[in-house]
T-cell receptor
Framework: DVKVTQSSRYLVKRTGEKVFLECVQD?????MFWYRQDPGLGLRLIYF???????EKGDIPEGYSVSREKKERFSLILESASTNQTSMYLCASVSTETSLWNEQFFGPGTRLTVL | GNSVTQMEGPVTLSEEAFLTINCTYT??????LFWYVQYPGEGLQLLLK?????DKGSNKGFEATYRKETTSFHLEKGSVQVSDSAVYFCALNQGAQKLVFGQGTRLTINP
């Protein structure tokens, strides 16, 4: 069964802290994504990765960075957390196989609160 | 740029009512269109999709038809259940497997 897991469901951090959000998928997918979800704004793409060590900026990359050292793991890093980064963070992955084209599989999300 | 607009929520219905959630899009070319659903406490999961004009996606009693002439992909269900309570997201593919999402519509079904 397809599975995307995220390291924490709930996280509380202080302003200025460095924050790591981890995502692991067990489907051998090439592509992985990080979104943030805010009420009234839907999901917005922060970063995505096509392969190990490959990354590209999404629509709202400011204040974030990512790391993909292994195919199954994609990390989102908040270098210096700020209160406006309080949000739900969702990780997703997708295969490049034609039959599964475009179905993104999502993790359960991490609700991050920055105080 | 590409964008997706959904009807404002929240939407509250009684069990067995007819459901429509409107979705319109702006895009260059001919994107694939999707409806994702997020049940309480969970991530998003694909509900249905359509990849070209006049395609109808369907799943779990839900349907949506890709209307190129009206740039719409409205979600419908003939008789909703309490278990359909969730947040529904319309999305389009803007290439390279990247999705653009609407703002989401929260649906509550009362018994």
């Amino acid at each position: 069964d397809v599975k995307v897991t995220q390291s924490s469901r709930y996280l509380v951090k202080r302003t200025g802290e460095k924050v790591f959000l981890e995502c692991v998928q067990d489907m051998d997918h090439e592509n992985m994504f990080w979104y943030r979800q805010d009420p009234g704004l839907g999901l917005r793409l922060i970063y995505f990765s096509y392969d190990v060590k490959m990354k590209e900026k999404g629509d709202i990359p400011e204040g974030y960075s990512v790391s993909r050292e292994k195919k199954e793991r994609f990390s989102l890093i908040l270098e210096s957390a700020s209160t406006n980064q309080t949000s739900m963070y969702l990780c997703a992955s997708v295969s490049t196989e034609t039959s599964l084209w475009n179905e993104q599989f999502f993790g359960p999300g991490t609700r991050l609160t920055v105080l | 740029g590409n964008s997706v607009t959904q009807m404002e929520g929240p939407v509250t219905l009684s069990e067995e009512a007819f459901l429509t959630i409107n979705c319109t899009y702006t895009a260059t070319g001919y994107p694939s269109l999707f409806w994702y659903v997020q049940y309480p406490g969970e991530g998003l999961q694909l509900l249905l999709k359509a990849t070209k004009a006049d395609d109808k996606g369907s799943n779990k009693g839900f349907e949506a038809t890709y209307r190129k002439e009206t740039t719409s992909f409205h979600l419908e269900k003939g008789s909703v259940q309490v278990s359909d309570s969730a947040v529904y997201f319309c999305a389009l593919n803007q290439g390279a497997q990247k999705l653009v999402f609407g703002q989401g519509t929260r649906l509550t079904i009362n018994p």
